[in-house]
């Protein structure tokens, strides 16, 4: 039965075909939420299964679902899963909760258990990130977001920026543009977090051009996209390292005075101090714009999954 | 476009006049409910956002837009808010979850959240209680109370009974209740824990009437309603000297019987033991049906925000 | 008003006709949810109130009265429950939460709150678990699963397995099994943790034959139910002898073929190892699709409650 249901599981899965008509029916729901919503999926049910935190991802899921006239039933908090307390698999889980639901949306705290989860789900599962694996809705929306703001997603010159080794938003991204063509990545990095292997390998394979850095200020002028990203302090040997390494990647006023007119900055959020508050005046400044796409992208995956209109 | 909005922030915010409307107003839900509910908000989303626990605020919220149509989507628990956890301001959180609903009820730690929160928010913000500072809801089901009760508040006796100085209750109503002819407070505390002179500045302002005693005795027989509240232990200097202070002020049968007929006892509740059960079958006890009054209150200001019928 | 109300608060209080009719409705209710659910109670809330995590039992109920149209509010976590915190009775919490709602589900760690809440409510309870106490609803469903297996329950020979003191499931499904004719209990279960004396009691009044013993494989070959439960390691003196005990009553492939070819296996769930996972494709094994009957079970109670169609 699995097989014939729509899961969302990784940045991978998607053709540049289905992004584009992902990126089409998420333009279409733009418009049913400026008409206030529409009761499409009315009756239907969402189970929101949250075995880590993530507030923002659940409510954007929960907000999207409710948009199309569906309800959601769900847990926020593994902590308090009793089941998981008592030492029962994630796989007896969803062998239960599937039967509660038409669509389960699943954050845990492995790598590849929203795969497992979807192996003996009998409804379409969305994985809402998992671990230092995948969040595919996160690279979903980042895409659809350049799309949205140039147009095009063919030819342009991004710049992912920040922690590259463990942030997994970036790597997600990068397999997804892997799809267009002409696009130029430049990964800028401090020395100890770079962009790793695997997904290098991946962009060569699938002959994107790519360039490693550490000099954001040498890029700067040329790049369409900036996408900035959180260093955390615990990656590095000592606060003093870690200051001179973020401390190099902060988005400032002076900084977007040496970019271009029409460059972009994008960032998941939430940010803690790499984008200046000053900074999100400029017109330029997407990532509002980007976390609000989040809506229009799960909406869109969400009708999929449920067999459209 | 946040100038446009009905935010409800705190309680000095009301005039008389919409006072009024919204008594009316209120007393209207209270045939929906009779009624069954309706659907007039069918397909409109409320955001709980609730930094801090409050599930008796945070389910009055919810029946309340739920008996007009309306869906939920939110949060109980500020500590499983990853955002904040990552250190997010409480502005950046706004900016994201406003593109997710139509109004947002906020409960939070912190003095000024709501206003905060209103200021960057492109929906409806209600204050549900910001730490020390205002919660005007409860303030709001307080005074229609006492108007449900007696059909008036001007010309009334109130006593306000308990900590008068960390109870955000009680300076929300005198807040209110100056909007009113006539009326009489007396605020009846251990010396402790009296009420703060910024409340009384501005009752005097106002030119409301009012008596500071520490007798309650002396008072009960010659007022409309006593308002009664709990006394913290925490806030005295010794147990001994706790059980002094908050036995004088426990509502029991023996000062029922020292009221007047038709001396109405509220309480915001939840109550420790500040007021006997013995109480409870007296139909002078208007503390359950004051908690019901929430209910229609809520539903009256949710309506208002999200532009009515 | 409270005695008019339809709650449910224990196994004993259903006759065999009520049963019937639950199992009938049931049925019907397996019709509903395969044709996407129905709008009977639109408008009607249900308070989910888990002063006790139960994250499967509680999806369910939300699910069930999600299928029928209903809504939910309600709290997931008793540590957040503020008015339980600020040491506010049960009987004050239901007072004010039964305006806001239509039907109570309510799981407690004290035996007896099911009772004493529905003793102050105003609308219908169901106790989904009250500590040691009971919870109907998993017997109720546990006795339908029986029931849709065989087309009966008169004359089956049933084993209970396992922790048989403490655990609540098996006691409470003795006193649903009471009402049927000709059946045979087998409980099965190391010598610390046999099934209590008022159990017993009780069957012995009621005629219902039964009998005790530690040896599953004795019995296996002659039993139409096997329903199996979790053993506890904190219930045994060392390790060493719950080791023991535990392994004498695991569920695997080789006691399959040690039983009939219609001999069902029950669970209530979640299994720890005491079911081999080998046993899942076996059609005997019949523990998900007892879990899923949960739904149809709790879909019929709320119908009930809420006064049918």
Known sequence: MADQLYHVLG????????????????KAMEEVVKAGGDRRHAG???????????????????????????????TENAAQFSSAIKGETLEDTIRIITGYSDIIVMRHTEIGAAKRA??????????AGDGAGEHP?????????????????DGLKIAMVGDLAYGRTVHSLSYMLANFKDVMIYYISPENVRIPANVKRYMEEKGVRYEETTDLNAVAGSIDVLYQTRIQKERFPSPEEYDKAAGQYIVDTDLM??????????????????????????????????????LYIRMALIDKALGGK
Request: charge should be positive.
């Open 11 to 26: 940045a991978k899965q998607f053709s540049r075909a289905e992004l584009e008509e992902l990126f089409a029916a998420s």
């Open 44 to 74: 239907r049910i969402m189970t929101t299964l949250f075995f880590e935190a993530s507030t923002r991802t659940r409510l954007s899921f929960e907000s999207a679902i409710s948009r199309l006239g569906g309800t959601v039933i769900g």
């Open 118 to 127: 979807a192996a003996v789900s009998g409804v379409p599962v969305i994985n």
């Open 137 to 153: 809705t996160q690279a979903l929306l980042d895409a659809y977001t350049i799309q949205k703001e140039f147009g095009r997603i």
């Open 257 to 294: 005075d040496r970019m271009r007119k029409n460059t972009i900055v994008l960032h998941p959020l939430p940010r803690a101090g790499e984008i200046a508050e000053a900074v999100d005046s400029d017109p330029r400044a997407a990532y509002f714009r980007q976390a609000q796409n989040g």
